[in-house]
């Protein structure tokens, strides 16, 4: 089993070139297909992910795609924005999400194994701010509280203020790596993106940092439960 994870996408198509060229059992985006500070037109930005729900729909076992908050602040219920926020195209890109979610065809949590794949990474103290008992599946939970409660996923100050979300308070999407660590889950793995990274890194065999595809180019990949990782590449493979 060859599992492949791609971190923040921003609009750019590197992914196509990516599945393109390696051969693998599923592909895991871990969320972020809006905004972006390279040159890539908003068009350009819902052209892309509309290839992305429709390369998800030709392969829905295949495929996996999670939330991110460059995506979040986007939602209808949604009353907060973020860095690289796109008034102009907050309608369109609302209607795209929500078709997608509505398909079910985007998600916030994956487990495979003991790898747990979000966006940013779930801290011991956000799940039990949120009530979770332990009782029910982990990643059934998550995907279940973004799916009828959203609002516990919006960005908190938290005991920290911090104003990057760098707190053990921060949801899966918001979280930030030093606060991840310092509070991260016992008995997984965590797969995240959202913090760029010059180059894909693990940190203590509990987290790897994924954000690599506006830097290296490097993607992760997972082989019967063993992480390996990509040659860096600039567009070209």
């Excluded at 994924?210 to 590449?233: A, M, N, R």
Aim: proline share 3%; with cysteine; hydrophobic share 35%.
């Amino acid at each position: 089993m060859k599992l492949i994870a791609i971190g923040d996408i921003h609009g750019r198509t590197d992914w196509k070139q990516i599945i393109s060229n390696i051969e693998f059992d599923k592909v895991i985006f871990v969320g972020d297909y809006f905004d972006t500070h390279e040159d890539i037109s908003p068009e350009q930005q819902k052209s892309n992910f509309e290839d992305l729900v429709e390369y998800k729909k030709a392969n829905m076992d295949k495929v996996v795609l999670l939330f991110g908050n460059h995506d979040y602040h986007y939602l209808r219920i949604i009353n907060e924005t973020y860095s690289g926020f796109q008034p102009l195209h907050k309608i369109d890109i609302s209607e795209m999400l929500d078709k997608a979610l509505n398909d079910n065809l985007m998600q916030m949590c994956l487990i495979h194994d003991n790898y747990i794949f979000t966006h940013a990474g779930i801290t011991k103290t956000w799940l039990k701010n949120t009530g979770y008992t332990g009782k029910e599946s982990l990643d059934l939970f998550i995907n279940d509280l973004f799916k009828y409660k959203p609002l516990a996923f919006r960005f908190t100050s938290g005991i920290n203020n911090s104003p990057y979300g760098d707190d053990i308070e921060q949801s899966p999407i918001w979280v930030r790596p030093r606060s991840l660590y310092a509070d991260c889950l016992d008995d997984f793995i965590q797969v995240v993106g959202h913090t760029i990274q010059k180059q894909l890194i693990s940190i203590n065999n509990k987290i790897v940092l994924i954000d690599t595809i506006g830097t290296t180019g490097q993607f992760l990949c997972i082989t019967d439960g063993k992480i390996s990782v990509s040659e860096p590449y600039h567009k070209n493979l």
